[in-house]
């Protein structure tokens, strides 16, 4: 995830050695050295509107009781603030651009759904899909939310505000088939307008041929000795 300044690169990853994963935020023309953990036990969702803050979710759900939730965690090391709780077992969540809001998988209701929500404690999730969907993403505009229903790609027009008017679904196109119908590398990329897009395109399978090297080891310095020879 970039910051909103395109200067700092936010990602979870487990190789710390801390035995969970850890959000990570690493200067874009830094070195590897200059890599630092965010928070231990989170894992990057986007950013808010300060490049210094960025938007995290926890990466395990310890008890019966306890929900995924978004957090504010600074840069700094300083204690993330819980933001709120999302209903459900939420997945696949992204941040808004301007840190506000929040797309994410649901199957709360029985099958995947996309849902939205606000930020800000006493809001509630909307459902945005009707038949289906996961991978949801914003466009960075924040006029449209993408999501995928059964590999296809399907955009919604959003109006935001104090609330969150949700358009009717429309389905623009069905990207190249993929191992993964569903999941992050299948999703379109967009342009900022949302009139482009750029997505994976699986190389075609062709055969190739097979090549049998006869006589290689006399060609070696210290050649093999003869099978049985002492």
């Keep these: 995830h970039w910051s909103p300044d ?6 979870g990853t487990n190789r710390s050695g801390l035995g969970t994963m850890s959000a990570f935020a690493a200067k874009a023309r830094a070195s590897a050295d200059d890599e630092k953990v965010i928070a231990t036990g989170f894992v990057p969702v986007g950013w808010t509107r300060d490049p210094a803050v960025a938007l995290c979710q926890n990466a395990t759900v310890r008890g019966p009781g306890e929900r995924i939730a978004i957090f504010r ?21 992204r941040a808004s651009s301007d840190g506000e809001w929040v797309v994410y998988t649901s199957t709360e209701s029985g099958r995947p759904q996309v849902y939205a929500r606000r930020l800000r404690e006493g809001t509630r ?13 914003w466009r960075r505009d924040m006029k449209e939310i993408y999501y995928l229903e059964g590999g296809r790609s399907v955009a919604v027009a959003v109006e935001v505000g104090d609330e969150l008017v949700i358009g009717t679904p429309q389905r623009l196109f069905e990207p190249p088939p993929l191992r993964e119908p569903e999941g992050p590398s299948a999703l379109p990329f967009d342009t900022l307008d949302g009139q482009r897009f750029f997505f994976n395109e699986p190389r075609e399978a062709r055969d190739l041929p097979i090549t049998v090297r006869l006589g290689w080891s006399r060609q070696l310095r210290h050649p093999f000795p003869p099978v049985g020879a002492r």
């Design 125 to 137: 999730s909307l459902q945005v899909s009707r038949q289906r969907g996961a991978s949801p993403r």
């Design 73 to 93: 965690c600074p840069l700094d090391g300083g204690t993330p603030q819980r933001l709120v709780d999302l209903g459900g077992p939420a997945t696949e969540i």
């Design 6 to 11: 395109a200067v700092t690169i936010g990602y």
